[in-house]
């Protein structure tokens, strides 16, 4: 919830997980996150390309994968990691307006 909140990419969630996390395969990681989905509070998104008004170049969050998906996209170790270059789709983790109220 708190990488959500901060809008970072997936990599940053190890950063915020209790000590006995921080080193757990995508295999344990991956039913944390799918629970939060499934409560409605969180959704999984990759980064795309975004240009503000001032012509400035982002990142933004793609609509949300699909249930379906998520758990071999999440099982990829890749996707844990943060990656050498660009992070244009990389994975990031959005409340939803559900999620806003109890992070908030």
């Not at 209790?18 to 944390?32: C, K, W």
């Not at 699909?66 to 270059?85: C, K, N, S, T």
Request: with cysteine; proline share 11%; charged share 20%.
């Amino acid at each position: 919830m708190l990488n959500a909140f901060e809008i970072d990419i997936l990599p940053g969630v190890r950063g915020d997980l209790d000590e006995s996390l921080v080193a757990a395969p995508p295999a344990e990681l991956a039913p944390i996150l799918l629970s939060l989905v499934d409560k409605g509070w969180i959704e999984v998104c990759r980064l795309v390309r975004w240009t503000a008004p001032d012509g400035q170049l982002g990142y933004q969050p793609a609509p949300p994968l699909a249930r379906g998906e998520l758990p071999e996209v999440l099982a990829h170790a890749a996707a844990w990691e943060y990656p050498d270059g660009t992070w244009i789709g990389s994975l990031t983790l959005c409340l939803t307006p559900q999620g806003s109220k109890i992070a908030c």
